[in-house]
């Protein structure tokens, strides 16, 4: 049986490996059976995941967000529904509340398809969420950092996505920190 465990770790391994290469995308390998793996999106410019391949599951962890600043209860509830649409994913915690989405897949399933699909829908989920986490969970420093640009005539191009955050105050009563340029 642990001939068939070491030969299991070892085609996980390679197919972690050949949807690696295929994906061409930036990743280290601290050890054999770890891969860490950095994952473009367009709102959050990268997702950085660890791939662990154990003795029975193929382990996913990537970092979505810190720990919410603020309307804790919000985001937790906001993240427990959207897990109930993730496929193989779900969103999870650490010990300090940062937001990691997760996965385990039996080794037996892993395949450089397997692989290429939980990176994809890893991407996918990080980068479709991390506009509604930042403006549930950050509301406030955003609008703080909108007023401190607008006062110095620096950039807010990547503020951009949140420009409603600031043309309605929480009360709902026009702009709060500085008029958006037009």
């Given amino acids: 049986m642990g001939g068939d465990r070491e030969g299991l770790k070892a085609a996980a391994r390679s197919a972690v490996l ?14 054999e059976g770890s891969f860490v793996v ?4 367009e709102h959050k410019l990268w997702t950085t995941c660890s791939l662990v391949v154990g003795d029975h599951t193929l382990s996913l962890n990537a970092f979505v967000a810190r720990r919410p600043d ?6 937790y509830r906001w993240l427990l529904e959207r897990n109930t649409r993730l ?5 999870a915690l650490d010990r300090l509340g940062d937001v990691y989405l997760v996965a385990r897949l039996p080794l037996g399933l892993i395949t450089p398809e397997t692989v290429d699909q939980l990176l994809g829908e890893t ?7 991390f506009d509604q986490l930042l403006e549930l969970g950050f509301a406030s420093a955003i609008r703080r950092e909108w007023e401190w640009r607008t006062s110095r005539g620096e950039s807010l191009a990547n503020l951009a ?3 409603h955050l600031i043309e309605r105050t929480p009360e709902g009563h026009g702009a709060s920190a500085g008029e958006p340029p037009q």
């Fill in 18 to 31: 050949d949807a690696l290469a295929d994906a061409e995308v930036e990743y280290e390998r601290p050890d």
């Fill in 38 to 41: 950095r994952l473009p999106g």
């Fill in 70 to 75: 603020e309307n804790h209860e919000g985001v």
């Fill in 123 to 129: 991407v996918a989920a990080a980068d479709s969420s």
């Fill in 87 to 91: 496929g193989s994913l779900a969103f």
């Fill in 161 to 163: 996505a949140f420009r």
